[in-house]
């Protein structure tokens, strides 16, 4: 018996069915009426397998979970999961897999990149010499070599980074939730010891209740003077007002930021005006070879799901193995 696949990327309904194509025979594909949260209401019923939605906007949260009594597994397109619950889904049987590991070269290669450009003034320098300057000695020009690297979080995302700073002869130091085994020579510092001898600091965490804001006030205030900051994580681990006064003053360098609390920021908001700030449209992880590798992800786990064989990157803690359910009386 075929699957019944409920797709809802953000994309034209011929561009995600041929992303699906491989499918074919497996599984009944189907996409929403349109891209809003009454046509998701409407189409979970039926629904047993749902290909989410990376821009966040159609997640799955406790009610449209209970709207879907024969969904039996989840498979988002990207390596975060905010908006599902996780929590009602785990409660369903119903196990929620991302992407983990896809786009980590990508991204690694976005912050190593972001802090370069950072350190040695690179936009500021394309900008005067656009408007006719020759800044050649405008700028406090810093060296990657030698800093002392901080990385937050410590997953594919992490692990990479600390990889490419080590050589380039930074010392890395790293903190999550959970200390790795495999370091990749990276030395694991509490939270606020890191912060406060960074010259760089990386953010590469979850978005989670426990790290919502992770990055405050107090702690920006702890991180070296003339330090820069690189989020790859998202907008929510940063407070960003303390983060545009730490800019304001001073007391920061600059900033590299690829997420944001609103994506996209609205047009007037105060990042996009300040020069501090290096910014990117959350396009870090976006590259042809980071895009074949999350499909190629996608298309294999719901394989192995209709296969009846495990699935892999489940982040719920629901049981890998996915089973058909019967919709309840």
Not at 5 to 16: Q, S
Not at 96 to 111: D, K, R
Not at 125 to 143: I, K
Not at 193 to 200: N, Q
Request: aromatic share 4%; hydrophobic share 50%.
């Amino acid at each position: 018996m075929t699957w019944n696949v409920l797709a809802l990327p953000p994309l034209p309904e011929d561009a995600v069915r041929g992303l699906l194509a491989d499918l074919d025979g497996r599984a009944e594909v189907r996409v929403p009426a349109r891209h809003d949260r009454a046509a998701l209401l409407d189409a979970l019923p039926e629904a047993e397998i749902v290909v989410g939605d990376w821009s966040g906007a159609l997640a799955l949260d406790s009610e449209a979970v209970r709207l879907a009594p024969r969904l039996a597994f989840v498979q988002q397109p990207s390596v975060g999961v905010d908006g599902h619950d996780l929590e009602a889904l785990a409660r369903a049987g119903v196990p929620l897999a991302n992407t983990a590991g896809v786009n980590a070269a990508a991204v690694a290669e976005w912050c190593l990149a972001a802090a370069l450009s950072l350190l040695r003034h690179l936009a500021d320098g394309d900008r005067a010499m656009r408007a006719g300057e020759w800044p050649q000695f405008a700028y406090q020009r810093r060296e990657l070599a030698g800093c002392v690297v901080g990385v937050i979080g410590f997953g594919p995302v992490g692990a990479a980074c600390a990889r490419l700073f080590r050589a380039l002869g930074c010392r890395v130091s790293y903190w999550s939730r959970t200390p790795r085994h495999e370091a990749y020579g990276a030395a694991y510092l509490d939270l606020d010891a890191l912060v406060a001898g960074s010259d760089v600091l990386v953010l590469a965490v979850a978005l989670a209740p426990e790290t919502r804001g992770l990055i405050d006030a107090e702690r920006i205030a702890r991180m070296p003077k003339g330090s820069v900051l690189v989020n790859a994580a998202r907008g929510g681990v940063v407070d960003r007002a303390a983060l545009l006064a730490a800019l304001e003053s001073g007391h920061l360098a600059g900033a590299a930021l690829d997420v944001y609390d609103s994506e996209p920021p609205a047009p007037d908001d105060p990042l996009r005006s300040c020069p501090q700030v290096l910014l990117s449209p959350h396009a870090a992880g976006v590259t042809p070879e980071a895009t074949t590798r999350l499909i190629r992800c996608v298309l294999d786990n719901i394989t192995a799901a209709t296969d009846g064989r495990p699935v892999v990157n489940v982040v719920n803690g629901a049981d890998p193995l996915v089973r058909r359910r019967s919709p309840r009386l």
